[in-house]
C-alpha cells in the first residue's frame, strides 16, 4: 500500500480522498493556492504545499509545481480528484516517468477512451449499443454526404471535446456548411484534437451514466447507474441512484456488455460510461469519464462502498478479489443535490464571506464539503460548497428526506442555490421520475418561484 499520497485538488474532493487516506492509514500531503492556505484539505492534511497564486493555470493545473511538491514531500502516489489534472493523460504519463502512481487508468487507457470517435469504435467492438454516427469529417461535403445517410437532426461533435463543449446541432441540409467551420474551428483552438465527427441527434434525451471500478489483474465491478438529467447548461445539479428509468434486465445487459468492454481492453480504476435514453426507453454510448465524478456518493450510499478507497487499493495492486455479486448489493435510494455559492436569478456564482453555516444532519444525511463558517469563497474556482446526500429505502423516501434535509441547511453570508433545490422536489415531473435534460430550463421559463 502506498504511505503517502498527495492530493492535487481542493475543496470537497481534496477532503473526500484525505478521509479515504485516513481510513487506510495513508500519510496526506495537500497542495494548496495562496487563496486556499485556511482550507479545510490543508488543515487537515498530515503536510501542506503552497503551489502558486489563485490562478488554476499557475497553481491546481500547474505540473511542474505538483509534481516537485510530490518529489520534495516523497508522495508515493498523487490522487488528481476530478476536473484539474485528473483526465491528462500527459500528467499520468509524466508521473509514472518521476517514479509516482497517478490514481487513475493508464496514460493509455486514458487516451483510448479520452478521445470520443476512438471511444466509439471501441465501445461498438464489444456490443455497447451507440448511435449511427460518422467517422472523422474530412470537409463540409463529406459531413453533408454522413448527415443525409444517418438522417437530420444530426449533431457535430469535436472528438476531443466533453460535458458539451464543441456540439453544434444541425436540423437540415442548408445548416451544415456553416455548423462544420465553426465546429470544426472551436475544436482546432480549443482542444488538442481537431477531429470533429457527426452522430444522430436525439432531443430531450435522460442522462444516464454507468460506474465500475477494475482492478489490474482482471477483476472488475460494475456498479449500477445513476441518473443525471437534471442539469443546467451542462452543469448536473441532482443526481440520484438508480435511475427512475432503469429496469433490472436492462441494468443486467448493459452490465455485461460494458464489464466485457473495460476488461478487454485493459481498463483500470475507476470509469464512467455515459449514456443518453431517448422516450422508448433506448440507451446509447456517449462518452467515459476517467476519473472520479462529483456524483459517484449516489453510488456508494447504495452500495454501501467507498469507491474512493477502492480506486487507491486497486491502484495500489489490489485485487478485487470477489464477483460484485458477492461482494456487494444494492441497497434503498440515493439522491445528490450540489449545493452551489450562486445568484438565484442569474445562476452568476456568488463567492465570499460565509458569516454562518449549519449543515443538515440526522438518519440517511450525508454532506461532503470543504467550507465552514468564517470560510471566504474565492473567485478563482467552480462554485459548489457542498454535496448534500441522502439515502431511504424508496425514492418517495428519499425525496422526503432530502426536502427535510435542505430545510434544515443553513448558509449565511452568500447567495446559493438551496431554493432551486425545493422547487425541483415539488415539480411533477421530478416527482414522477419521469426528467430529462429539458426539465430545468422547462421549470425556469414556466413561472416564476412561488413565494
Ligand atoms: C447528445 C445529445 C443528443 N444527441 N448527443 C451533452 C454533453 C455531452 N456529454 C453529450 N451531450 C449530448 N449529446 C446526441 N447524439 C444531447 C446531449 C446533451 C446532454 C447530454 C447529457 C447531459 C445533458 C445534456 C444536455 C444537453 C444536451
Redesign the pocket.
Known sequence: MFKKILIANRGEIALRILRACRELGIKTVAVHSDVDARALHVRFADEAVCIGPAASAKSYLHIPAIISAAEITAADAIHPGYGFLSENAEFARLCGKCGITFIGPSPEAMRAWGDKVTARTNAARFGIPL?A?SPVLEDAAHALREANRIGFP??L?ASG?????G?R?VRSPNEIDGAFASAKHEAETGFKNPDVYL?????R?R?IEFQVLADHHGGIWTLGERE??L?R??Q?VLEEAPSPAMTAEKRQAMAEVIRRAMQETGYTSLGTL?F?MDEVGEL?F??VNTRVQVEHTVTEMVTGLDLVALQIRVAAGEKLDLPDTRAWSFRGHAIECRINAEDPVTFAPWPGLITEYFPPGGTGVRVDSGVYGGWRVPSSYDSLLAKLVVHAPTRADAILRMRRALDEFIIGGIRTNIDLHKRLLADPEVIAGTMT??TIERMLSAKPAPP
Not at 471535446?161 to 463543449?165: F, I, L
Not at 452522430?199 to 432531443?203: A, F, L, M
Open positions: 448511435l454516427g444530426v449533431i461533435k471535446g466533453g460535458g458539451g463543449r456540439m446541432i452522430e444522430k441527434y436525439v432531443d434525451p442522462h443525471c438529467s442539469q447548461r451542462h448536473k455515459e443518453i446509447a456517449l462518452e435534460t429539458h
